[in-house]
Nanobody, 126 residues
Framework: VQLQASGGGLVQAGGSLRLSCVASERTFSTYAVAWFRQAPGKEREFVVSITWNGGSTYYADSVKGRFTISRDNTKNTVYLQMNSLKPEDTAVYYC????????????????????WGQGTLVTVSS
């Protein structure tokens, strides 16, 4: 499956952005999806994941309460609503997916995910 991430941009601290991850196949509805991010000079880190049906989500502590992941399987799309953005949220954001019908989200390791989008840059100015 091919993933296309979009929605990044430049925003002031405290602002909001919504990222989208569109998949190329209808079987996307059987994939768990996650967002990762990579800031300059840092390792790629887990942000949030969602199960195949959207029934379970899991957030990194750093974004809990500010970011919300959701999905619309009729559109083969996963969204990441980012509110109250901080300069430390500046990074390239990647969506990733793997085939899974698990009912509980929580896979945070990059190695769990087989498919990756190209990334979209989010820059938060102070």
């Amino acid at each position: 499956v091919q993933l296309q991430a979009s929605g990044g941009g430049l925003v002031q601290a405290g602002g909001s952005l919504r990222l989208s991850c569109v998949a190329s196949e209808r079987t996307f509805s059987t994939y768990a999806v996650a967002w990762f991010r990579q800031a300059p000079g840092k390792e790629r880190e887990f942000v949030v994941s969602i199960t195949w049906n959207g029934g379970s989500t899991y957030y990194a502590d750093s974004v809990k309460g500010r970011f919300t992941i959701s999905r619309d399987n009729t559109k083969n799309t996963v969204y990441l609503q980012m509110n109250s953005l901080k300069p430390e949220d500046t990074a390239v954001y990647y969506c990733a997916a793997h085939l899974s019908l698990r009912s509980v989200a929580g896979r945070t390791q990059r190695e769990h995910y087989d498919y990756w989008g190209q990334g979209t840059l989010v820059t938060v100015s102070s």
